[in-house]
């Protein structure tokens, strides 16, 4: 749940970045997982957004790329930490199975200046974002129990076949596909906001 994160400009900052494993069964309502929240609810939580999900792989990489001997999963905010599902191998629209839960892909993380003050460097959510190591966030389908170790499923794929890290690279990329722009703006798992921006960009417009 949120709770006071430091200080912004002198004013005390509340954030629900601050996440620990749970060690029992955790239920997932459409809103995300029972026992958490958001502090900011117009930048965060909704439900393209009600869970997100992390690649223990990057975690791996964040720890090589910052000289950390360790980092906990759950540092850098997700709900979810999973193995062989990265922001490579799943895809806007994909739908996953994870425990008795039913979920579906919408779109990676466009970090905040809340995780830069996690990690105790303002650098960090630029650098973040261009890793595209980002994570994705999750709609819930069909609500349901995760435990530790469940498998994740993918049981529908994207109907575009845009992986999370293709859609980083076409929206916040140097060399945008106006082509593929456009189609990304008619995949519906994107959520709106994000389908406008892939279509005026497809037209020459600014992101």
Known sequence: MPADFGERYGRSLKSGIVKTPAEDPIHITMNGLDGDGQADLVAHGGSHRAVY????????????????DEMAFGMLGENLTIEGCDERLVSIGDRLRIGTAYLEVT??????VTLGIRMGDRTFPDRFLASRRTGFFLRVLEEGEVSAG???????????????RDALELLYGSDPDRERLAALGTTEALPESWRERARRMAKGGEG
Request: net charge negative; hydrophobic share 30%; glycine share 8%.
């Open 53 to 68: 999900a992390y690649s223990a792989a990057n975690y791996r990489y964040w720890m090589e790329e910052e000289g950390h």
């Open 107 to 112: 779109y990676g993380r466009i970090p905040c």
């Open 150 to 164: 469940d498998e994740v499923i993918q049981t529908v794929y994207g109907p575009k076949r845009f992986s999370v």
